[in-house]
């Protein structure tokens, strides 16, 4: 009986992606046996994250860098350290944020629903220009004594300006920026791209296309910063006589260990930072066209073996001169002919068994998508024979007439 079997849970396909809420990724053998050799060891964990700190800033060509439990941690963590710096009395004051710099600076553009980390922390957003344009004045204006940071979301549907200009304004005002690059990875490249182009501190994703731990994410930038998130987030049941830490009190540069942080709940443990790394190397070296030519291959079935029935069109979406990394197959419906909703039908694909799940995000326009990403050798054929199998036989059940909700992304 398989894990799962015995806790009464039932595992399903995953045509979504890599999405928290369907379990994220699965990780490759070789995470995994990483993963299950660092369980059989102690490691003082500071001097662990000194190491995958080294290893992120080769791989990101930043200079440094640090495990954390997701890229919203990894945010929260980020915005934290950009507020307090090293100071121990500020760290141990968050989320009560008064007295320091606590504003962080974000394009109406970029508002998006995981700015909850950022706030978390105890930072409060100012919003510049409108849901769909700023102009440099706006960020300008809005910089002032009491910025701790400059927030930037990479969205490509939503001109805003551009990261090398948001570093510009910021930096001239000696404010840092930091960047949820969570999504941004495929291509690869992304990885040396944003820490290129200044950004001060950038959060990758460890948990979606680098296939590491679910609960993984790091940050990649300033070693002063990294510094100030390591000290959020470590363990601090320590004295200053003997803590790793200790030179910098002599040196004058700490009056003291903090205690625990408010990245103390975001912890991360050593199997996860162990797996994510090693995830990270792997993925790094890649072969990324034939993964693609496999995803591309999964996607042609699904459309070849839909082609038949009437009032379905499927079109293979790949446009990566546009920056679209994965590509996906989107299920056209024509459901006043099918007699069945998008949504029916996706409600109809989870209720199955084994319970398939394809992407909602079209289905305002009648339509559902396959995200290859994360379909094992055969969910190809389940999805289009369970698909082919309910548009056949979709029986007038009733189309709510209410209208739709118009939504574009
Ligand atoms: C997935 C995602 C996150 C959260 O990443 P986790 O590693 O799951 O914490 C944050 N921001 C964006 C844009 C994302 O897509």
């Excluded at 059989?40 to 992120?56: H, N, P, S, T, W």
């Excluded at 200790?246 to 797996?275: F, Q, T, W």
């Excluded at 790949?318 to 419906?333: H, I, K, N």
């Amino acid at each position: 009986m398989s894990v799962y079997e015995s806790l009464g849970v039932m595992t399903i396909v995953n045509a979504v992606g890599p999405a928290t809420r369907l379990g994220g990724t699965l990780m490759e053998p070789e995470v995994l046996a990483a993963m299950a050799e660092a369980a059989g060891a102690f490691v003082k964990m500071d001097e662990l994250q000194e190491a995958a700190g080294r290893l992120i800033a080769r791989i990101t060509g930043a200079e440094s860098g640090y495990v954390t439990a997701g890229a919203a941690a990894a945010m929260a963590l980020a915005t934290a350290a950009c507020m307090t710096g090293t100071d121990p009395t500020k760290i141990n004051r968050l989320p009560d944020s008064r007295g320091m710099r606590n504003q962080v600076v974000i394009q109406r553009a970029h508002r998006y629903d995981y700015d909850h980390a950022i706030r978390s922390v105890g930072a409060t957003l100012v919003e510049v220009g409108f849901p769909d344009l700023t102009f440099a004045y706006d960020l300008e204006a809005a910089i002032t004594d009491e910025t701790a940071a400059v927030a930037y979301y990479p969205v490509r549907s939503r001109p805003a300006l551009s990261l090398r200009t948001v570093v510009n304004i910021a930096h001239r005002h000696g404010v840092p920026v930091i960047v949820d690059a969570a999504l941004e990875i495929p291509p690869a490249e992304n990885l040396r791209w944003y820490p290129e182009q200044g950004a001060d501190l950038v959060a990758f994703s460890g948990g979606k296309a680098i296939r590491g731990p679910q609960a993984s994410g790091f940050l990649c930038g300033r070693a002063d910063l990294i510094r100030a998130v390591a000290l959020h987030n470590l363990d601090m049941d320590v004295r200053p006589e003997t803590w790793t830490y200790r030179a910098m009190i002599d040196a004058g540069e700490l009056v003291g260990p903090p205690y625990h942080g408010i990245g103390r709940s975001m912890k991360v443990g050593k199997e996860e930072i162990v797996g994510l790394l090693v995830a990270l190397r792997r993925y790094v070296e890649r072969d990324h066209d034939a993964e693609r030519a496999g995803w591309l291959a999964k996607l042609a079935f699904v459309r070849d073996a839909l082609a038949g029935i009437d009032g379905v069109a499927v079109t293979v979406v790949d446009e990566p001169a546009t920056g679209m990394a994965v590509p996906y197959a989107l299920v056209q419906l024509d459901e006043r002919m099918l007699l069945i909703t998008a949504y029916q039908l996706l409600n109809r694909l989870q209720d199955s068994d084994p319970p398939i799940y394809l992407s909602e995000e079209p289905a305002w326009r009648g339509a559902v998508a396959v995200n290859p990403m994360t379909l094992r050798d055969g969910d190809e054929a389940l999805i289009a024979r369970r698909v082919a199998d309910i548009l056949r036989s979709a029986r007038p059940e009733r189309i709510p007439d209410a209208p739709r909700r118009h939504r574009e992304r």
